[in-house]
């Protein structure tokens, strides 16, 4: 009950994440249904029907209802404490916030039961987590699933937007004295950009899904060709959210690597004001290239290009993020702990996502491989070796500040291992098998096409893959009950959040602590040699 | 701990922003943001409807532009309410903010007015064509975001009748809420130029 009324921004927060990792654990269970079905030519383990709902659902969640609040829930625990405040700036509208995120999660996994409407029970969305009209109209999505869709994303979404406003003014307003905005952690820059993103592309979707709406319950005319309506102009607007979407799910997590990395590597960070440069320009930049999503649309050769020009110009913020990275580690003290192994293996895959993602940019590139097992691979190694590894660096890493215990070292390096191998496993073939012209979302494929060893071997790493999260969750549950006491600030890191105690009081800090550089916690471990002075 | 001599500037509060004033524009620019994506809608379906009912035909100036004068204006009434307010005079304050009221009623009560002649006369419904779904849903969903302000704005009006807005502690929030009614304006001036100058223009054309 506590934590049903909390309205303190880190009880919401590890109420997010645990939440998100709930989902993130179903989303894995329909994923492994998927490649269980697609580990043998002809296989009948699923219908074509569910699997069609296995991989909406599973989009659908990870983005909205894993990555989303995961990172939300990050941001929320550690701007107060990080920009030395006491809670967030609206601690209610917080609240507000994450019970609209858990029930539209729930709306939108309610359509297992209640979605029948007419057609016979238990269909949830099967159209795909980015919708394409005319899939979604009256005609093609019989029954009620499609709205579920709509409703759910619609009422989390309203959550996201009120949490980005309050990222917004908490930044902004609620900073300590002497917390200039060039000495923020750079969490903090990350999450001011990505509320931003929140803000320019979560409405957008809801004025989409609205339309959507209006057409399904209405007999509006949005996206029907029949009516000179327009297909083309839902998936503009789909990916108008959904590319700044993607930098959504992955700035948080160049956050976390840009605190954890330092810490371990005993260095501050390499070139902190470019960084923050490459993050806003990220931001803006992500805002024009969404019709790199469409080149097969046939747009024709101006925006296409145009298009293509603007996706490899926002490889250019990213590469200086990774070889400031890179740059940081550069002749520093490496402490591989788990969280530094998980921000490394993040770098290593995010490139390997990134250039596959050069790739993709490229106009007759996509429109061979456009909609095959490549796309898979590229956007599966940027939202799971990138965002997830991220996420996983971020947990071991504040584990022991949100409850004063350490999480075990021996068994976190079983999980970052099993994890790497099993997701290698996985993803890496399907850059084979879509280069070889396997489609995504085919239920089943026929034995004599070269598919069978590639697949084969991406559902093997399916188990491998759940053998280091179940190592994970175990690792949680131990190490709550008997875990190693970590004391304030057991990495002898420099931001303010180590200054209080593990866990914090609710009152995050009993005195507002004052910045002196942005490193405040090194300027008062080393009065002697404190960064103030280089300043 | 602090052993660092703290320079004057570093010991200067670095935020000295209200986070009312950013809450509230962070709020306005995502609703920036929501009517975009109808705005431009609208925009992309101007002469593509070549069955139906037409704008031209549909949409008469002469009431609408009696609403518009009204909304607009109550964006100075609100001004005036919140400056009265800021002086202490609170039976000026309350007056002007029931004129806003009124004039945002006299536009709710206009828009529905002109929609039922739309509806029964004209015969253009959600359902017509293309124009018919982007001029209902532009306008309402416009007309929904004028009952939200409304909403603020009376509720406002009931916390002064009962004695509890005090203008020395309460001015700037007040002030802050009417940011929203002014945006709602803005946003009605962006789809009045759409809908009923650059729209009114013969459909099917480009077909």
């Not at chain 1, 399907?430 to 096409?449: F, N, W």
Request: aromatic content about 16%; glycine content about 10%; overall charge neutral.
């Amino acid at each position: 009950m506590q934590w049903a009324i909390s309205v303190d921004h880190k009880k919401l927060a590890m109420m997010y994440i645990g939440a998100g990792l709930i989902f993130f654990l179903v989303a894995g269970i329909e994923a492994a249904f998927m490649r269980l079905q697609l580990a043998q030519a002809g296989n009948e383990i699923v219908d074509p029907e569910t699997f069609n709902q296995l991989f909406t659902m599973h989009g659908t969640t990870m983005v909205f209802l894993v990555g989303m609040p995961i990172l939300l829930g990050f941001g929320n625990y550690l701007i107060p404490l990080m920009v030395g405040a006491r809670d967030m700036a609206f601690p209610r509208l917080n609240a507000f916030g994450f019970w609209l995120f858990i029930f539209g999660g729930l709306l939108l996994y309610f359509s297992y039961v209640g979605a029948d409407g007419l057609y016979g029970a238990g269909t949830a969305p099967d159209v795909g987590w980015f919708a394409y009209a005319p899939l979604t109209s009256r005609t093609f999505s019989r029954g009620n699933s499609t709205d579920y869709w709509i409703l759910g994303i619609l009422v989390s979404g309203f959550g996201s937007m009120t949490t980005a406003i309050n990222f917004i003014a908490t930044i902004l307003c609620m900073r300590c004295p002497g917390m200039k905005l060039m000495r923020m952690p750079m969490i903090a820059w990350m999450m001011l950009v990505v509320a931003f993103l929140v803000l320019v592309a979560i409405p957008i979707l809801t004025a989409a899904q609205s339309m959507l709406l209006f057409d399904r319950t209405l007999g509006a005319h949005f996206f029907d060709p029949e009516t000179q309506g327009s297909a083309i102009l839902w998936q503009h607007l789909f990916w108008f959210f959904g590319h700044p979407e993607v930098y959504i799910l992955i700035l948080p997590a160049f956050g976390f690597v840009s605190e954890i990395m330092p810490t371990f590597s005993r260095k501050v960070i390499f070139g902190y004001p470019l960084m923050v440069a490459a993050t806003v320009g990220i931001g803006f930049i992500s805002l024009g290239v969404w019709a790199h999503h469409m080149f097969v649309v046939g747009l024709g050769p101006v925006l296409d290009s145009f298009f293509g020009a603007t996706t490899f110009l926002i490889s250019i913020p990213t590469g200086i993020k990774i070889f400031n990275w890179l740059g940081t580690m550069w002749g520093g003290r490496l402490q591989f702990t788990t969280p530094m192994l998980f921000v490394t293996g993040f770098v290593a895959m995010f490139v390997i996502g990134g250039l596959t993602g050069i790739m993709l940019a490229t106009v007759p590139m996509d429109w061979q491989l456009s909609d095959s097992y490549f796309v898979v691979g590229h956007f599966h190694y940027v939202l799971f070796g990138g965002t997830v590894f991220g996420i996983f660096g971020a947990l071991f890493y504040w584990f022991p500040k949100a409850t004063g215990r350490l999480l075990n070292e021996r068994l976190g390096k079983w999980t970052f291992w099993l994890l790497f191998i099993g997701f290698t496993l996985t993803f890496m073939p399907m850059h084979v098998s879509g280069a070889l012209g396997m489609p995504r979302r085919i239920y089943t494929y026929e034995a004599d096409r070269g598919f069978e060893i590639w697949n084969l071997i991406s559902s093997i790493g399916v188990p491998v893959q759940m053998a280091g999260v179940a190592i994970f969750l175990w690792n949680v549950g131990r190490s709550l009950r008997r875990g190693e006491v970590a004391g304030d600030d057991p990495w002898d890191a420099w931001t303010l959040e180590w200054s209080t105690s593990s866990p914090p009081p609710e009152w995050n800090f009993d005195r507002i602590p004052t910045c002196t550089s942005a490193r405040p916690l090194w300027d008062r471990k080393h009065p002697e040699d404190p960064d103030a002075h280089y300043e | 701990m602090t052993a660092l001599p703290a320079t004057t500037s570093n010991a200067r509060l670095t935020a000295p922003l209200s986070r009312a004033k950013v809450g509230m524009a962070s709020l306005i620019f995502m609703e920036s943001a929501f009517f975009s994506a109808f705005l431009v809608t609208y925009l992309y379906y101007i002469g593509k409807s070549p069955d139906g009912p037409q704008p031209l035909d549909c949409l008469e100036l002469n009431l609408v532009l009696v609403n518009s004068v009204c909304l607009l204006s109550s964006s100075i009434t609100v001004v005036l309410a919140v400056r009265s307010l800021a002086r202490g005079a609170m039976g000026a304050f309350r007056l002007w903010l029931a004129v806003t009221i009124l004039l945002g009623l006299e536009f709710l009560l206009g828009t529905g007015y002109e929609w039922w002649g739309l509806i029964e006369d004209k015969g253009l419904t959600i359902q017509s064509n293309a124009f018919g779904t982007n001029f209902y849903s532009l306008v309402g969903f416009h007309a929904f975001h004028v009952v939200v302000g409304l909403v603020l704005l009376i509720g406002v009006f009931i916390l002064s009748l009962f004695g509890c807005i005090n203008p020395a502690r309460d001015h700037r929030r007040v002030d802050v809420a009417t940011w929203y009614w002014h945006f709602v304006d803005v946003i009605w001036i962006l789809v009045f130029t759409l809908v009923y100058i650059v729209g009114r223009v013969p459909q099917g054309a480009a077909a």
